[in-house]
């Protein structure tokens, strides 16, 4: 009998099992990880590691930095970048051609305009001169004259993905990384994480998505939009109109791969929403929309 | 099973309702925890109406607590998202002051994280 309580009560005091958290401030976000079930020896290692994982693919990405690999890309063609520079470009390449040119990440010369007139909001940017290209490549060569990328839609997910990974090839299974609105989850001691989703209107969760093993990812939140003259504008441009994209208010994957995620996030919030519905049948993953007359709408499988 | 057992499970049992208590006690509890990047500057009692000061990156935080909520009402950044964002009250809410890198978190118990 005795036994049996002292085992009890130590499953009792097991239950507040070591968890460590980490903030990082790379990629215009705060990032925040956390570990279960580790020493505070191993944690402080793999802190180390994600550390230079998040800056090396800032500096390697970074479009308003003239430093950063991308930056050296955009101002000559030529320059000879990094295998993980050509990768991420080359998936960004595949998806303008299976969204038909909606996530376009030659845009970058757009993108810089509405970056800068939410510097300074003074007037509405001119819009006239500015022309979208496409990105040609063939095998791993760009082909075109000049580049203007900017990676900021699929960078995040691709990273945390890549720490995921990472955790996991060093026996870490357990943990919870949140960058920015990209979270990726790994086994949770409990069975699940409730995810919470933050309304873009009053930063409330209006959804709690349970899973482990899972990302979840929200593209146009509530701390992405800004004012103009009463008009409020999003970071996400659209390459057809040249705007900040206004099908909906917030749109959130929730999928396996949190690169996948980030990816379809942006692809569905430049889609109307009955489109991005069909659209990401093909995909394993699931879908919630916050419309402009704030309802909210699910993907056929979400239960 | 002897009265020593019984003793045993009456000491186990309070333990257990004790620190039961203890979970539910802080749920409800009104605390804002805040950060300078990793490090926990204070915790503030959201019951209590008082102005706060912190360092932050670019200097001054002002962090201002009123009728159990808490906001950000000066500090120095290129678009004062965090001042505009205005009184945060229910646990899982927090206000990020990026360039500051000052966190304000509302202890959540039933939301391990959020997506916004």
Redesign the interface.
Known sequence: ??KV?LI??LL?TGCSKQEY???L?YM???I?I?LYNVSETKANEVFDYLDKLYQKYEELTDFYDPNSELSKLNDDVNYEISNELLELIKIGYEWDIKTDGLLNINIGNLTKIWHDF??NPVSLPNLDDVKIEHLKMEDDKILNDKVNIDLGSIVKGYVTEKAGNYLESVGIDYY?I?AG???K?GK?NKGY??????S?IS???FE?VKGENIS???SG???RF?EYNGVMYHHIIDPNTLYPANNMKSV?VIGKDSGLCDILSTTLFLMDIDKGKEFIKDYDVKAIWFTNDDQIIKSDNYE | ?NKN?IK??VI?LM??II?FSFSLFRKKANIANV?F??ELLLEIDLSVDKTYEVDGENGKVVIEVLNNQIRVVEENS??H?CSK?GF?S?S??SI?C?PN?I?IELPNN???????
Do not use: C, H
Request: hydrophobic share 40%; charged share 20%.
């Open positions: 009998m005795k309580l009890f009560l009792l958290s980490k903030n401030f215009d976000t705060i925040n956390k939410r510097e919870l949140n609105g990209n979270v989850a949770s994480y409730n995810i919470g989703i933050a873009p930063n409330e969760t709690i979840v990812v929200t939140g509530y701390e800004y959130t | 099973m057992d045993l499970i186990v333990v257990i620190l950060y990047e990793n290129p678009y998202l964002q945060i229910k899982g809410e990020v990026l890198k966190i039933e939301l391990d994280t959020e997506v916004s």
